[in-house]
């Protein structure tokens, strides 16, 4: 299977200050059809995963611009640019090209 | 409003079956892949299996091979997951979901817990 790998796990950042998290993966997400799935998800404390980003870079309605996606080949990442309380919880990356699709460990954010 | 209920779990001893139902509305459900999932503090969010629109595909995860059955019901817009042979490495929190494609769960439900024990 493929193996995607988080980096930081635990990430503690002040309101207002940015925060990335870093996603590889052993085999490239890369579609012949052009496109990469590779997908972002978020749960915050209590709830469901909740898709932040898919296709890399390209947001879900919803969620604000502060969040984005980027990254090639195996390697991918989430920023979001200012931090606010509301973003606590588990951001996590997934692969779905390959059979089983694999989620990333999880990285938790805390404030 | 899209809504994703899940229903069925409950505690079962290792080697129980357990059959988890998922009713949808809210969005085309015979038009839809969906799928199940599951999360454990051990091993985090895996796939278990995924279903085409009509059945007539069916991806499963090697770990549940052979003991569990995806299978849907359009006309009561509802998605299915028999698990059987159940083991305790089986214990987690599944979730139905919506995949519009590659992956990309973008509704979820809420959650059902599955607790395999004696």
């Known amino acids: 299977d493929v193996v995607m790998t988080q980096s930081p796990l635990s990430l503690s950042v002040t309101p207002g200050q940015p925060a990335s998290v870093s996603c590889r993966s052993t085999?490239?997400?890369?579609?012949?059809?052009?496109?990469?799935?590779l997908s972002w998800f978020q749960q915050r404390p209590g709830q469901s995963p909740r898709r932040l980003i898919y296709?890399?870079?390209d947001r879900d309605s919803g969620v604000p611009d502060r969040f984005s996606g980027s990254g090639s080949g195996t390697d991918f990442t989430l920023k979001i640019s200012r931090v606010e309380a509301d973003d606590i919880g588990v951001y996590y990356c997934?692969?779905?090209?390959?059979?089983?699709?694999?989620f990333g460990q999880g990285t938790k954010l805390e404030i | 409003e899209v809504r994703l209920v899940e229903s069925g779990g409950g505690l079962v001893h290792p080697g129980g079956s357990v059959r988890l139902s998922c009713v949808v509305s809210?969005?085309?459900?015979?038009?839809?892949?969906t799928s199940w999932l599951r999360q454990t503090p051990g091993r985090g969010l895996e796939w278990v299996a995924n279903?085409?629109?009509?059945?007539?595909?069916?991806y499963y995860v090697d770990s549940v091979k052979g003991r569990f059955i995806i299978s849907r019901d359009n006309a009561k817009n509802s998605l299915y997951l028999q698990m059987n042979s159940l083991r305790a490495e089986d214990t987690a929190v599944y979730f139905c979901?919506?995949?519009?494609?590659?992956?990309?769960?973008?509704?979820w439900g809420q959650g059902t817990l599955v607790t395999v024990s004696s």
């Open positions: 979901g919506r995949d519009p494609g590659w992956g990309a769960v973008d509704y």
């Open positions: 809210g969005f085309t459900f015979n038009r839809s892949w």
């Open positions: 279903i085409n629109h009509d059945g007539s595909e069916k």
């Open positions: 085999q490239s997400p890369i579609h012949s059809d052009g496109n990469t799935y």
């Open positions: 296709k890399v870079s």
């Open positions: 997934m692969q779905g090209k390959f059979w089983p699709h694999t």
